[in-house]
């Protein structure tokens, strides 16, 4: 959890589950990743403006955010808490896997707070990132930074929560300052969320089922393209197929590929059929 004053952009990608659902998936790092720039030569594309103009589309009744990150900026995590805390929709908070620092402010900002009875969190004191030369005076205004920071942190979560104060600071205080990771079970207990859930459980409708009815559209073309004798619509078509057969130059080996997608359609489970229809469509 750092706090570099810069403008941070966050890792996020933003769907439409259904018409009255919405889901948001936050993994890696929170804020601007500069490694990543450096490697690939490409600024960070999501920012927080983006998220917030994002939001601002998102006209579902109920949105659920998965949170998947090893923290980062926590200029970022504060921004991003009070922008889905100040939605007029139910926020969901589903924390999954490793979430720490930044990510577990994030998941603070939901109406209900969930976590993966799989998942771990981590809190911990507010930390700086610097290079070059530092003298007393410039590390003594740095800790009183700290302190003022660390101080609002521990109110906020101790808002959230059902621990004091100083039982908040001393969680932080584990590890040298760097915190220990907890399980959901020590997070239930502790406040930081108001239940836990099983990733399997299907009654469970705020589990983001992924892409299972996209998969299931994709199966019913499929069915459809067979039956039709390759008339389907011309969008799927266009998307899976090429032009040409839309044109009647039909090969009978493009033929019989959808025959034999329809029959995996039926069959197979729906990640299946999702990269079988990407791998025919590299292949044909």
């Given at each position: ?32 990743d500069i490694f990543e720039e450096w490697m690939t030569g490409k600024p960070s594309p999501n ?238």
């Amino acid at each position: 959890m750092n706090t570099n004053g810069a403008y941070r952009p966050l890792n996020f990608n933003i769907k439409n589950a259904a018409d009255d659902t919405a889901v948001i998936d936050i993994d890696g790092f929170i804020g601007r990743d500069i490694f990543e720039e450096w490697m690939t030569g490409k600024p960070s594309p999501n920012t927080v403006e983006n998220l917030k103009n994002k939001l601002r589309e998102i006209t579902a009744k109920k949105v659920i955010v998965n949170i998947n990150s090893p923290g980062g900026d926590l200029n970022d995590g504060l921004v991003i808490m009070e922008m889905l805390q100040s939605k007029s929709a139910e926020v969901v908070t589903n924390i999954q896997g490793f979430s720490a620092s930044a990510a577990t402010v994030i998941g603070q900002a939901g109406t209900t707070r969930r976590m993966s009875e799989n998942a771990f969190m981590l809190i911990h004191r507010v930390m700086f990132g610097f290079c070059g030369y530092l003298n007393q005076n410039t590390m003594y205004d740095m800790i009183q930074d700290a302190e003022v920071i660390d101080t609002q942190l521990i109110k906020m979560y101790r808002k959230q929560s059902s621990l004091k104060e100083d039982e908040i600071a001393d969680l932080m205080d584990e590890g040298g300052g760097y915190g220990r990771w907890i399980t959901a079970e020590d997070a239930l207990e502790f406040g930081f969320i108001d239940e836990i859930y099983d990733p399997a459980d299907e009654s469970d409708e705020d589990v983001d089922r992924l892409e299972g009815e996209d998969v299931e559209n994709m199966k019913r073309n499929v069915r459809e393209l067979a039956i039709q004798g390759m008339k389907g619509s011309e969008e799927f078509v266009n998307a899976f197929f090429g032009k040409e057969l839309q044109s009647g130059k039909v090969t009978e080996k493009k033929s019989n590929k959808v025959k034999e997608l329809q029959e995996e359609a039926d069959s197979a489970g729906e990640a299946r059929t999702r990269n079988l229809i990407i791998k025919q469509k590299l292949e044909v």
